[in-house]
């Protein structure tokens, strides 16, 4: 009996069609919908310089709009995979992008610089309200949970207690950062709070020459791990009788997690539920546990969710924007509900 029977109930190419075209069209109303909305042909004419596009309109798609919508996508692709891969690897339905604190680190490191050392650093790119000193902080403090959680990977076997021990160190972080919170001033408070909520119009085309590269490279590390992801399954027994090695299998993955989601806290703030939900989603949606199928499917629906909570939070004809982090909290958590009280028994857990 082979591990993952074909069902053909399910078209997978006509699905990842359908998906595609509704990432199009999505992507496109994300440049049309705002505060101003602009005409089809202003977003078409503001792409060629040589033509006659209201000059309003280009600055708005190319400088405004492009990079977030982009943004979204880099986010949901990021997140989804990441998520995707902790589900797997901890066996564990609601593993998401933070359960090994990697997020929790970035969030530290934001956190010790704004609340704690940006009055002494509030000149050029280390002022408070730097993006890049931010990104700078956060990258930091990913990479330091990162080295940890991998150093105990290396000494534990059993990975339900990794997986303890990454919810202590998530943890123990947030006790540090509401100390921190507790001893700030109001305005490094609202600072702090702000970058909180997420947002994915703070970041620029320059930064996105930055967040680019790292998501691809990311995304590769997991497409490389696509076949150890599907003998994980079965479990770590299971595996290593495929010839697996299970240690630099975990270090590869938990890299790729790290990448993607430490990126993406950094430029865009903790966004939750998207990394929970989405795998989620996909498995119903394609009816398989396959790792070949769902590491296309989680990217491709990750970045329509995104896009969608990106034209949900700018409320499109009126000036105000809500946080991205509740737009994808009122879409995740139903899912995830929906997944508890249904008590459905999904392929990969």
């Known amino acids: 009996m082979t591990a993952f029977p074909k069902n053909r109930k399910r078209p997978v190419a006509l699905i990842f069609f359908v998906l595609a075209v509704v990432f199009v069209i999505f992507f496109i ?27 309003s309109f280009r600055t708005i798609v190319l400088e405004f709009r492009l990079p977030k919508a982009l943004t979204a996508v880099f986010t949901g692709a990021a997140l989804s995979l990441s998520g995707l891969q902790m589900q797997t690897v901890f066996r564990n339905p609601l593993a998401g992008p933070y359960v090994l604190g990697i997020s929790a680190g970035a969030s530290l ?44 990977s290396t000494r534990v076997n059993d990975i339900m207690t990794l997986l303890i021990l990454g919810i202590l160190f998530t943890s ?11 001893f700030s001033s109001e305005s490094m408070l609202k600072a702090f709070v702000i970058w909180t ?24 590390l997991a497409f490389f791990k696509m076949k150890d992801l599907n003998a994980f399954l079965l479990g770590e027994d299971y595996a290593r009788s495929l010839g697996v090695s299970i240690k630099w299998s975990r270090v590869i993955i938990f890299l790729s997690t790290s990448l993607l ?48 909570s990106d034209i949900v939070s700018q409320l499109p004809g009126m000036q105000t924007t809500l946080p991205i982090n ?4 009122l879409i995740g958590i139903p899912v995830i509900i929906w997944m508890i009280v249904k008590n459905r028994k999904f392929v990969s857990v």
């Open 29 to 55: 109303a994300d440049l049309l919908l705002g505060s101003i909305i602009i005409p089809v042909k202003e977003v078409l004419f503001s792409f060629f310089p040589s033509s006659e596009a209201n000059e």
């Open 109 to 152: 490191g934001v956190a010790l610089f704004v609340l704690g050392f940006s009055s002494a650093l509030a000149f050029g790119m280390f002022s408070a309200t730097g993006a890049w000193s931010i990104a700078l902080v956060a990258w930091v403090g990913s990479f330091l949970v990162m080295m940890l959680v991998l150093y105990v």
């Open 172 to 182: 123990a972080v947030t006790a540090v950062v509401s100390i921190l919170q507790y």
């Open 197 to 220: 909520m997420g947002s994915l119009g703070s970041v620029t085309k320059s930064q996105l020459m930055v967040l680019a590269p790292a998501i691809v490279a990311g995304t590769v």
């Open 261 to 308: 989601a430490g990126t993406i806290t950094a430029f865009c703030g903790p966004i939750g539920f998207i990394g929970i939900a989405v795998p989620h989603i996909c498995r119903v949606l394609f009816k398989t546990a396959n790792h070949l199928i769902l590491v296309p499917a989680v990217i491709l629906t990750g970045s329509i969710v995104m896009l969608f």
């Open 326 to 329: 509740s737009v994808t909290a």
